[in-house]
């Protein structure tokens, strides 16, 4: 879900204690507006003017106490469902009695501290976020339509409204595709059970269960019912819904249930992200940032026989002398000329190109879609930059090795891989810092390197 900033307000007669708290809640939480007030009448006239997600005030204020303004905050339509949480060190049994019928949120022992307050304030955002999100709503009742996307809109909620559950399989495919821009994804499906047309709320909810097999988590489902009735209940969850309201619809109970829907979904995404990024960290070398020998070994047969990506040039690298560097410069300064090496190379390929760290000093490079000419130039220039990289003040030459399927088609990769070898050992066999290819007829010069060598003279 597309992250906003969060607008907080604190109130607190003190004015150390309200520049100390704004100051580190700014500190520590990205994306985020701090407003500070003296006093409870100070707090209203923000409110009334400005929306808010969240709101601490402390339990005793200068012109009022912190419970009634919490209840003149609930009494508010724009912030009516607002968190508010109340600061105070010593009235936890006041709270205790009157703090749920007040509409206090939660609250906080400030004998912890400030620091432990804005720590508070962090794990309560996450906890708590606010109605962020685009709800797909199918109704086919212009009236309550018209009524209901009002209460969702007001609350900020993003509403994408249809009449037909065929309609929005069409709109929930087009989110799911992957290059759908963020903002156009749902988050929500909400529909009417009793849908007119062919296809019925109920079918349409088994549809994105069934035949898009999305799960309760990814794309979670309120449905809308006309009868309170126990056995349509059970009918709805076996359907595979999320949960559901009644009509005609309660404002109160609709946006509890789709925060609470919102709050699924939003942990859904977090583990999915850190699920992908564990996957991207498994396949990438730590010490270079380029792909992993394992990534290649999982994808690599793969992405070679993809005709789409013919024709395919494979590339093996080597850092002339590096075990010299290392022994007389430690593994250190040969760890630091590894990096700056993977740092260039993912600037030189684009990204359909599989950079790999092949092992120890070696790389290897899988490029789809490239003829032999620009291949020839690409790594000529490759092999320049690296003589002018200088990592840590170290002067560093590569060998590099050359195969493709131009001519050795229908070739396996590892195939592939064992004729670029012996194009690098040819190259290493012949002075290094050079490029050597491993063609149909043999091993032979890359014509770049030749044309180079002549105006230059021969490297290392």
């Known amino acids: ?94 709270l205790l009695r009157e703090g749920f019928d007040a509409g206090v949120t939660d609250y906080f022992d400030k004998s912890l501290g400030y620091q432990a307050f804005v720590d508070f304030i962090k794990n309560f955002s996450r906890r708590n976020s606010g109605l962020v999100g685009r709800i797909l709503y199918v109704e086919d009742s212009r009236t309550a339509a018209l009524v209901t ?52 709320g109920g079918d349409l909810l088994h549809a994105i269960r069934t035949r898009l097999h999305l799960s309760q988590q990814e794309m979670p489902v309120l449905v809308v019912t006309v009868t309170d009735n126990e056995e349509r209940q059970v009918e709805v969850f076996h359907a595979g819904a999320n949960d559901f309201v009644t009509k005609p619809i309660v404002e109160e109970v609709l946006i509890a249930r789709i925060r609470s829907l919102l709050l699924i979904k939003q942990q859904f995404n977090a583990l999915r992200y850190q699920a992908e990024e564990m996957k991207r960290i498994a396949a990438t070398d730590s010490l270079t940032g380029v792909r992993s020998k394992r990534y290649l070994l999982d994808h690599g047969e793969t992405f070679l026989k993809d005709k789409d990506n013919q024709p395919v040039w494979a590339i093996l690298m080597d850092i002339d002398h590096f075990k010299k560097i290392n022994d007389n410069l430690g593994h250190i300064t040969g760890d630091h ?119 230059t003279g021969t490297g290392q």
Do not use: W
């Open 1 to 94: 879900m597309k992250k906003k900033s969060t607008s907080i307000m604190v109130v607190d007669g003190s004015e150390v204690s309200r520049t100390i708290i704004a100051r580190i809640l700014r500190n520590e939480m990205e994306n985020n507006m701090i407003t500070t007030c003296g006093t409870g009448q100070e707090a209203l006239s923000y409110l009334n003017g400005g929306q808010f997600d969240l709101i601490t005030t402390a339990l005793m204020l200068p012109d009022m106490d912190g419970l009634d303004l919490t209840r003149a905050t609930r009494k508010s339509d724009t912030h009516h469902y607002t968190p508010i949480i109340v600061v105070s060190g010593d009235a936890d049994d006041r």
């Open 149 to 200: 996307c009002s209460i969702m809109e007001k609350h900020g909620l993003k509403i994408t409204h249809t009449t037909t559950a065929e309609k929005a399989l069409e709109i929930i495919a087009e989110s799911l595709e992957q290059d759908a821009e963020e903002e156009d994804q749902i988050d929500i499906v909400m529909t009417d059970f009793y849908l007119k047309g062919r296809l019925t």
């Open 337 to 455: 000329v590894l990096a700056a090496l993977g740092e260039l190379l993912n600037q030189s390929f684009p990204k359909n190109a599989m950079i790999i760290r092949f092992g120890g000093e070696e790389f290897a490079i899988i490029m789809p879609n490239v003829n032999g000419r620009e291949i020839h130039a690409k790594a000529e220039v490759l092999r320049r930059k690296i003589e002018l990289l200088k990592p840590m003040s170290v002067l560093i030459t590569i060998s590099i090795g050359m195969a493709s399927t131009v001519d050795h088609p229908d070739t396996s990769l590892t195939t592939l891989l064992s004729y670029a070898d012996k194009a690098l050992y040819a190259a290493k066999e012949r002075g290094r810092n050079r490029i050597c290819i491993y063609a149909a007829d043999g091993v032979s010069y890359s014509p770049m390197a030749e044309n180079s060598d002549a105006e």
